[in-house]
């Protein structure tokens, strides 16, 4: 993926962050990746594509164990000391908004309050893991303490939209990719394409930024 980068020193270990700055940026989006996965997920990429041309300068955080070559994430603690450690390193005068997917998405959460954030993005939150709904991470979702919109599969085995009370934690706000499974993967068979799918997310996530960081004056 094109564009500026840079290698993040980070007490866990040396991280990268990948910028796709917008001309006149509104807004400045940071997206982490999952527990299993890196910043070329396609959801991440659709957005670090689309949103600069639209005003949101996007930032993708490659954590230092994915660097590293691991082929899973470290402990949760692990993962918040770095991205705090990448977030400090930002020079930019737009709100800060801190996301991710799944993992990555947990960890925006758990840190959006501390590190000052205008708000919080969480695609595939893991909601519980798969088959096991009495262990809830709601608690994570509603600690973040900021504007938050969580973008769900519909079909997603770590906790369908149905799943999330109504209404969520905070006011946060949900959209829903129908048929996607926790990849945000649509199947053949499903009424829309993965390109129409793709486009749910990018169009959510700029039209809550707008809404929400941009029309309320919000500042980090």
């Known amino acids: ?15 990268r ?6 001309t006149r940026p509104i807004a400045t989006l940071v997206l982490s990746h999952g527990a299993g996965g890196g910043i070329d997920a396609p959801d991440l990429t659709a957005l670090a594509t689309y949103l600069p041309r639209q005003g949101v300068s996007v930032m993708l955080f490659e954590q230092p164990w994915r660097r590293a070559g691991g082929k899973v994430a470290g402990p949760p603690p692990t993962l918040d000391t770095a991205l ?18 799944s993992a990555g998405g947990r960890s925006a959460c758990r840190s959006a309050r501390a590190l000052g954030a205008a708000g919080c993005v969480a695609l595939s939150f893991p909601l519980h893991p798969p088959g096991k709904p009495e ?3 709601l608690h994570e979702l509603a600690g973040a303490g900021v504007p938050t919109l969580v ?6 085995p770590f ?3 149905e799943e999330f009370p109504d209404p969520l934690p905070g006011g946060a706000d949900l959209a829903v990719v129908p048929e996607a499974d926790h990849s945000l993967k649509v ?4 009424a829309l394409s993965q390109d129409e799918a793709l486009g749910i997310v990018v169009e959510a996530v700029l039209e809550w930024v707008v809404r929400e960081i941009v029309g309320n004056g919000v500042t980090r």
């Not at 199947?187 to 499903?190: E, G, M, V």
């Open 17 to 22: 962050l990948i910028t796709r700055r917008a």
């Open 84 to 101: 705090r450690a990448a977030v400090d390193t930002l020079r930019v005068r737009t709100p800060i908004i801190l996301g991710g997917r």
């Open 187 to 190: 199947p053949k068979r499903a």
């Open 1 to 15: 993926m094109k564009g500026t980068e840079r290698v993040v020193a980070t007490p866990v270990g040396e991280g």
């Open 151 to 156: 973008i769900q599969g519909g079909n997603d």
């Open 135 to 137: 262990k809830s991470r």
């Open 159 to 161: 906790g369908r939209p």
